[in-house]
């Protein structure tokens, strides 16, 4: 079963850009499945992006063509680029990791990110 850290997180403003890494160890992180979520205000989790062994990858509707997620296979992380960042994108992500599609087996501790001017 892969652990999973996540980085990157912080304090940026509005328009600005962050990248996420989600590091994978006791595993080959391409044999799965990754997800990030995102938790904003209240407690449900909202599914940001995913990145499939094949490399397929998809973005939800609420943050496509501003963030992007990929894969380095050399470093075992899997990273989400944000771009175009706005207040309403703070909060807590964190990355999990599945060998299907809809399974999320481990989980990373999360990362927070700020938005704020």
């Known amino acids: 079963q892969l652990q999973l850290v996540e980085s990157g997180g912080g304090l940026v403003q509005p328009g600005g850009s962050l990248r996420l890494s989600c590091t994978a160890s006791?595993?080959?992180?391409?044999?799965?499945?990754i997800h990030w979520f995102r938790r904003t205000t209240g407690p449900n989790r909202e599914a940001v992006a995913n990145i499939s062994p094949d490399g397929g990858s998809y973005v939800s509707d609420s943050v496509r063509g501003r963030f992007t997620v990929s894969r380095d296979n050399a470093l075992n992380t899997v990273y989400l680029r944000m771009d175009s960042l706005k207040v309403e994108d703070t909060g807590d992500y964190s990355c999990a990791a599945g060998r299907y599609a809809d399974k999320f087996d481990s989980w990373g501790q999360g990362t927070q990110v700020t938005v704020s001017s």
């Open positions: 006791g595993g080959t992180i391409s044999d799965y499945y």
